[in-house]
């Protein structure tokens, strides 16, 4: 098979879910010396409008942290509000949850979303827009049975428009 242009271009992130931040955190700096990680932060409904799969959320959704190292981010989730990622790591528990890549062509953010439902069938398992609700901010794709893990995507993400300001 022919490989054409790649649609995925960079693994940005590691994302995992966990049911402690603070304690998973400590276990990757005693144990591995990997650190420092940010001051956790909560993302909330009360503090800007946030939509998970077309309904508005209202209270806090989950806690994060994150590591900047090796040419891309590790983040830590704990979900502390319910909803798809509580009810993930509760049947789960600790572990990778998705691994987020930067599209290799930003505008085609829409067409690769229904390339990735004709393959898998599906919609997003969860797609989440911070402050618009007509602007997905991002979206995890089951891909568990294709790939084994979630592919998370963002759109518009560029070198002057990193999510959190990082750069690698």
């Not at 946030?50 to 806690?63: Q, S």
């Not at 890549?101 to 827009?129: H, M, N, S, V």
Request: charged share 30%; proline share 7%; glycine share 10%.
């Amino acid at each position: 098979m022919a490989f054409e242009t790649p649609k995925l271009d960079k693994i940005y992130q590691l994302g995992f879910l966990v049911k402690n931040l603070d304690e998973v955190k400590k276990q990757y700096e005693e144990v591995f010396g990997i650190g420092p990680w940010s001051e956790p932060g909560v993302i909330s409904g009360d503090r800007f409008p946030i939509w998970v799969n077309g309904e508005k959320y209202e209270g806090p959704f989950f806690k994060v942290s994150m590591l900047h190292r090796y040419g891309f981010e590790i983040e830590l989730i704990e979900p502390i509000g319910p909803g798809p990622l509580k009810d993930w790591v509760d049947k789960h528990g600790n572990g990778l949850h998705h691994i987020d890549f930067r599209l290799a062509d930003q505008e085609k953010f829409d067409e690769f979303l229904a390339e990735a439902k004709e393959i898998t069938g599906k919609d997003p398992w969860l797609a989440a827009c911070f402050g618009r609700q007509d602007r997905i901010s991002f979206a995890y794709l089951d891909m568990t049975e294709e790939l084994g893990c979630f592919v998370e995507v963002k759109p518009n993400r560029t070198p002057e428009n990193e999510a959190f300001g990082f750069e690698y």
